[in-house]
């Protein structure tokens, strides 16, 4: 192995200084072979009766990233109505899509939702309100609705604020709803032919073990009609070395007994459904920042890049560990923290972007401070390039936070080459809906 590559995707540290003068710092990089390896690797989970798998796209919701995930043959899971608008205006059907979504849509958004839906969109009832509003409109045209519960089951999310599962979230028809919505799908002959349950992100895999078992008891006693299940999403990636990946195929195994033994003991066979994102695209993704200044203060060595918290939220948001590789000026690597390269002489600095906000770091605690981040001692002008961030950071950001313009994103393809698929925003493009009021 070429000892200048590092992360999860071996990426040539030669090529940062390449691609920081050609694109530009900060900059969005992704990997379509390792895109296409995720997906290879969650189209092979064992299944007994068929798998069906759905990239949540709001994991990352570039077009380039949705062609490159459905070309694989995924198909899309959609938080919004716009979501799915987006990915159709990138050439994928309604035919491929499901929406899951807390929106309640009324007036044009509800004509909107009905043309999708003609168009083979799939409804995943949410809530007791929705499935009351869907529920003429589904007799009407005959078609078979999917419903998510709540399983009212806490533990599923890597923190509690990805914890979609607990009773201080509200996700999905919580089981004290599910009678109601039973009574009249029955009294209007509308059939729920699947269930589905996400119940967080990056949670232990017990968790997930835990919820095939319980979400299958729903199905059995709950919903006659159901012919799939889905598990949603939430498979744990390592993006920091320490870290366990979820393993997908005992996780298939465990779920495909399962669903076997369901069939033993029902007679009734069920499609598997599941629908990851972070899983697909995490670690495809690297953020290249550069070293604009060096500070010092009583407490702590910072290091100043070009690049924070409006491209990458999850530390501030989550407390989420991102690795840090530091980068020569003439790409040489100078350590690597996914790698865990050089083993001794690092130095612990702050890491810090632009944003005029304590907070804007690539590292930090439960409580908002800063921590020192161990690496070889950089110069200005070298790179900080960030891993783990092909999910929830283009697509999560607060971006435009004191007016910084929305970087580029490349993407290395199959063949090796570079290519941009998001240019950079203008200044233009965020000022123009401003309106000039006369005062
Ligand atoms: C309904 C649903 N499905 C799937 C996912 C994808 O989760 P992850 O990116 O952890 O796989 C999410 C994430 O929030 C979600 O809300």
């Known amino acids: 192995m070429n000892e200048n590559c590092f992360g999860p995707t071996k990426f040539n540290a030669v090529r940062i200084p390449e691609i920081a003068q050609q694109w530009g710092t900060p900059l969005y990089l992704h990997d379509q072979q390792y895109i296409e390896?995720?997906?290879?690797?969650?189209?092979?989970?064992?299944?007994?009766?068929?798998?069906?798998?759905?990239y949540a796209m709001k994991a990352n919701s570039d077009r380039t990233?949705?062609?490159?995930?459905?070309?694989?043959?995924?198909?899309?899971?959609?938080?919004?109505?716009?979501?799915?608008?987006?990915?159709?205006?990138?050439?994928?059907?309604?035919?491929?899509?499901?929406?899951?979504?807390?929106?309640?849509?009324?007036g044009e958004e509800r004509q909107e939702l009905e043309t999708m839906i003609r168009a083979g969109l799939k409804y995943n009832v949410c809530?007791?309100?929705?499935?009351?509003?869907?529920a003429d409109f589904a007799k009407e045209s005959g078609i078979e609705l999917s419903i998510r519960v709540h399983p009212g089951a806490a533990g599923g999310g890597e923190s509690q604020t990805r914890d979609t599962g607990s009773e201080y979230s509200c996700f999905g028809v919580h089981l004290n709803d599910v009678p109601a919505v039973k009574e009249l799908a029955d009294e209007m002959g509308i059939r729920l032919t699947q269930v589905h349950v996400h119940i967080g992100s990056g949670g232990d895999p017990e968790k997930w073990r835990e919820n095939i078992d319980r979400e299958l008891g729903f199905v059995r006693d709950l919903f006659p009609d159901a012919v799939r299940v889905s598990f949603g999403g939430g498979l744990k990636v390592a993006r920091m070395s320490g870290e366990k990946q979820a393993d997908i195929a005992a996780l298939g195994a465990y779920a495909a007994r399962r669903i076997a033994e369901f069939k033993e003991a029902t007679g009734r066979e069920l499609k598997m459904e599941i629908e990851p994102g972070t899983f697909v695209v995490a670690n495809s993704g690297h953020i290249i920042t550069r070293i604009i200044d060096k500070k010092l203060t009583n407490e702590m060595?910072?290091?100043?890049?070009?690049g924070g918290m409006e491209l990458l939220t999850r530390p501030l948001l989550y407390?989420?560990?991102?690795?840090?590789?530091?980068?020569?000026?003439?790409?040489?690597?100078?350590?690597?923290?996914?790698?865990?390269?050089?083993?001794?002489?690092?130095?612990?600095?702050?890491?810090?972007?632009?944003?005029c906000e304590s907070g804007d770091s690539v590292r930090l605690d439960g409580d908002g401070n800063i921590v020192p981040v161990l690496i070889a001692e950089p110069e200005i002008g070298d790179y900080v390039v960030i891993g783990g961030t092909g999910a929830y950071s283009e697509s999560m950001s607060p971006e435009n936070y004191n007016s910084h313009r929305k970087p580029a994103a490349i993407m290395k393809m199959r063949t090796g080459?570079?290519?941009?698929?998001?240019?950079?925003?203008?200044?233009?493009?965020?000022?123009?809906?401003?309106?000039?009021?006369?005062l």
């Open 65 to 106: 990233v949705l062609r490159v995930v459905t070309g694989k043959g995924l198909d899309l899971d959609c938080s919004s109505l716009a979501e799915a608008a987006r990915a159709n205006s990138a050439g994928i059907p309604y035919t491929r899509m499901m929406l899951t979504t807390q929106e309640v849509p009324t």
């Open 301 to 306: 060595n910072f290091l100043i890049v070009d």
């Open 319 to 355: 407390g989420s560990e991102h690795p840090v590789t530091i980068i020569r000026q003439d790409g040489t690597l100078l350590s690597s923290e996914y790698d865990q390269i050089p083993a001794t002489g690092t130095k612990p600095y702050g890491i810090v972007g632009r944003c």
């Open 37 to 54: 390896n995720s997906c290879d690797q969650l189209l092979n989970m064992p299944n007994p009766f068929g798998l069906h798998v759905r």
């Open 127 to 134: 809530s007791l309100t929705q499935f009351r509003l869907i």
């Open 417 to 438: 080459e570079f290519v941009l698929i998001r240019k950079k925003q203008t200044l233009q493009q965020i000022i123009e809906n401003e309106v000039d009021v006369v």
